[in-house]
């Protein structure tokens, strides 16, 4: 337990792609303690994902179970909960209450020809996505379930997002969080809501009837924790639980990103990059902007990289294992070591560039069918040009999107990260460096968890809204200044690197559906 921690405090839940935590924290923002377990996914097809809710709750209930034990604090001190989750994970739910079958994973692009036929109509209720609609988004999810499972479409009263599957099975009522309906549901507030008339167009005149009639604001209590729940989970019952949202989005509040001006970037296996605009605006290259959808008065505004840390972990798996009984003597990891080598290859990796598409683009070109590329190799190139030369072409391809979001006057003073890349030194300077701008560290690695329980704390009256709360809880440590030298050289490479989309476009698509067609 941190022992600078004091009661009261929060509950945050976040339930990922591979696993579900659960974390103390104390008004402070000072983690107390975690609790995790992890769960499996299906692949019944190529390009199906699924996961079956039944494994979730059990690793709900396990984790909060953990952490309680972990931080050996009293019930009476936790003061509120909330939960936030992967976006895009569609879960049908019959009269009864429960799951019908496995639910479809954000993963999921089953719906790839739904999501196309559905870009096609064009119109308004496309304005979040105005460069192609993701396979990913629930619409082309929804419209593949009544296409193509229609008995589990019909016995379908409500359909959720993992994050209110969360919230009604620990409080009984049934609602949607306004945060992942606006980003992944094309809900649009200002317009009225629900698109009924886009529905229709699309063959999907009767979802509104498969919605319910309540939509919470981010922080808004959903009820309290039911007896039986609380008494498994060695909290009290009553406790109360407070609207969440989108993993990334509510990882926003974690990282202090309250205020237009800080975007934040969570990396994992992939980049998301999001920050918050005064005005609403929409244009290609973006996602967004999401008005309203986690600080009233605010728009979320959204870019993503669908490969980034998966791409140097798929270098380390294929070219890099030798290094694993180096690593072990020096009590290092693979990791550190490729960084020390290429920390010492000079800026643009002797001309090496690297696109960052390996399993397609998501931001600003939202194309599915490109792929990574690597060019400009020599007989010079060694090991560490080649790691120093991904480092530099995600950077690159992080570049693209802030440039993007610069050209529809959304400014970026400074860039807040958390997630694993953020422990690899050389690797943000790197992004100091290619981006022109100060990388700033959240103080917590686990940025979604602390966004929960800032939420939490809301919803619990501790503080009165989500931005102060954020200012009050979150924190960040190091920061990483721009090289001016360094930023002037990577000019060249950026450039180059965009180039190379544009070259190579019709040659990457061309075999992105020669594969496709052989599979």
């Given amino acids: 337990m941190n022992t600078d921690a004091q009661p009261p405090y929060l509950l945050g839940i976040d339930g990922g792609t591979e696993a579900i935590k659960a974390g103390l924290f104390d008004l402070q923002g000072n983690l107390v303690a975690m609790g995790a377990r992890t769960y499996g996914t299906t692949f019944p097809r190529p390009g199906w994902a699924e996961q079956d809710p039944a494994e979730w709750w059990a690793g709900l209930v396990g984790a909060i179970q953990d952490c309680m034990a972990a931080g050996q604090v009293s019930p009476d001190d ?38 196309n036929q559905i870009f096609a109509t064009g119109g308004e209720a496309l304005r979040y996505s105005l460069a192609g609609l993701s396979a990913e988004w629930m619409p082309p ?62 063959g999907l005149g009767d979802l509104q009837q498969k919605f319910s009639d309540e939509i ?192 529809s006057n959304f400014t970026v003073e400074r860039v807040i990260a958390c997630g694993g890349a953020t422990k690899s030194p050389v690797f943000m300077q790197i992004y100091a460096d290619v981006l022109g701008l100060p990388i700033y560290i959240a103080s917590t690695p686990e940025a979604c968890l602390l966004g929960s329980s800032i939420v939490a704390a809301v919803g619990a009256g501790a503080y009165p809204d989500l931005v102060t709360a954020s200012q009050k809880m979150a924190q960040v440590d190091a920061n990483y200044q721009p090289n001016a030298a360094n930023r002037q050289a990577y000019g060249f490479y950026i450039t180059q690197h965009q180039s190379t989309y544009q070259q190579l476009k019709s040659l990457m698509q061309a075999m992105s559906h020669h594969i496709d067609s052989d599979a």
């Fill in 78 to 115: 936790v003061i509120g909960l909330s939960a936030d989750a992967t976006t895009c994970t569609l879960i049908p739910m019959g009269a009864d209450g429960q799951t019908l079958g496995n639910a479809l994973l954000w993963m999921d692009v089953r719906a790839a020809s739904q999501a």
């Fill in 141 to 202: 999810k929804m419209l593949w379930l009544k296409e193509n499972d229609l008995e589990r479409y019909e016995q379908a009263v409500t359909l959720l997002e993992y994050t209110d599957w969360i919230a009604y099975r620990l409080t009984g009522r049934m609602t949607h969080n306004v945060n992942t309906i606006t980003h992944r549901w094309l809900h649009h507030g200002p317009s009225g809501g629900w698109q009924q008339a886009f529905f229709e167009e699309i």
């Fill in 216 to 407: 919470l604001n981010v922080g808004e209590v959903v009820g309290g924790l039911l007896p039986d729940v609380a008494q498994k989970m060695g909290l009290n019952p009553g406790t109360p639980v407070a609207t969440g949202g989108g993993d990334a989005f509510i990882g926003l509040l974690g990282m202090g990103v309250c205020e237009p001006g800080d975007l934040g970037v969570i990396m994992g296996s992939s980049n998301v990059l999001a920050g918050l605009a005064a005005e609403e605006f929409h244009v290609p290259g973006i996602f967004g902007s999401y008005p309203n959808a986690l600080i009233p008065g605010l728009n979320v505004v959204e870019g993503g990289q669908v490969s980034t840390g998966s791409i140097l972990n798929w270098f380390k798996q294929n070219f890099a294992q030798d290094l694993a009984s180096q690593a072990d003597a020096d009590g290092s990891s693979i990791y550190q070591i490729l960084d020390g080598a290429a920390s010492q290859v000079p800026v643009g990796s002797d001309g090496l560039i690297v696109l960052d598409y390996f399993q397609g683009n998501r931001t600003p070109y939202t194309d599915s069918a490109a792929r990574g590329a690597v060019w400009g190799l020599s007989l010079q190139s060694s090991r560490a040009h080649v790691f120093r030369a991904l480092m530099e072409g995600i950077a690159y391809g992080t570049a693209d999107i802030i440039q993007t979001f610069r050209q």
